[in-house]
C-alpha cells in the first residue's frame, strides 16, 4: 500500500500533462470540429426563440409532466409534430473560458487521485512500471470515459461524437497511466 501523500507529485503531473493534450487536442486536431451541426436557419430560430427569454439551464421538448401525461393524445401528437429535443441554454454573451478551464483542470486533479487511490491501495511502494499502468490506467479510462457512452444511449447524443470523446479519453487514460509509472515512489 503507497500513502495518497506520495503520490501528490504524479496526481499534480499527470493532471498538467493531460490539461496540455487536451489543449492541443481540441485546438489543433481537427476531428472535434463536426461535433455540432449549425441549425438550418440559425439567425431565425434565435429571433424566435428570443422573446421567450428562456432561463440557462437544461430542457425537454416536448416534456411530459407525469408518466400518464407521456401516453396521452395530446402528448403523442406533440412527439409526431416535432421537434422533438434536449437542449442547453447557456448564459448570453461570450463570457470567459477561464472558469471551464479551471474546472476542467480541477475535474482532472480529481480522476488523477481517485486514480492514485486505487493504484495505491493494491500497489506497493516500488511496483513496477506496467503494474503501475494498468491499474492507473483502468481507472483513469473509467473516469473519463466509460460514463459518455449513457448521453448516447438515453439523450441520443450523436455516437460518433461520443466516441470521439471515448477516444480522448483513452488518452488521457494512457497519459495518466504514463505518469503514474514515470512517477511512482521506488
Known amino acids: ?8 507529485l504524479p496526481i499534480l503531473v ?6 496540455v493534450a487536451s489543449s492541443l487536442m481540441h485546438m489543433v486536431l481537427p476531428y472535434h470540429k463536426g461535433d455540432f451541426r449549425a441549425v438550418p436557419n440559425a439567425d431565425g430560430v434565435q429571433g424566435a426563440l428570443r422573446p421567450f427569454n428562456i432561463a440557462p439551464g437544461d ?6 409532466s407525469s408518466m400518464a401525461d407521456m401516453k ?16 442547453t441554454v447557456m448564459p448570453n ?3 470567459s473560458i477561464a472558469r471551464q478551464l479551471a474546472m476542467w483542470f480541477v475535474y482532472l486533479i480529481v480522476v488523477s487521485f481517485f486514480s492514485a487511490y486505487i493504484a495505491g491501495r493494491a500497489l506497493a511502494t516500488g511496483a513496477n512500471y506496467l503494474q503501475v499502468f494498468r491499474f492507473v490506467g483502468s481507472t483513469a479510462f473509467l473516469s473519463y470515459s466509460m ?5 448516447s444511449i438515453w439523450y441520443r ?3 460518433g461524437t461520443t466516441l470521439k470523446s471515448v477516444f480522448d479519453g483513452l ?7 504514463g505518469t503514474f509509472g514515470w512517477l511512482w515512489p521506488r
Not at 500500500?1 to 501528490?8: A, G, Q, R
Not at 430542457?59 to 411530459?64: A, H, V
Not at 488518452?171 to 497511466?177: D, E, G, N
Open 157 to 159: 447524443r450523436n455516437w
Open 14 to 19: 499527470s493532471a498538467v500533462i493531460v490539461f
Open 147 to 151: 460514463a459518455l457512452l449513457q448521453n
Open 171 to 177: 488518452i488521457y487514460a494512457l497519459l495518466t497511466a
Open 93 to 95: 454573451g461570450q463570457g
Open 59 to 64: 430542457y425537454m421538448l416536448p416534456r411530459p
Open 72 to 87: 396521452a393524445p395530446a402528448f403523442q401528437e406533440k412527439l409526431k409534430k416535432g421537434p422533438v429535443m434536449m437542449m
Open 1 to 8: 500500500m503507497v500513502d495518497l501523500t506520495s503520490l501528490i
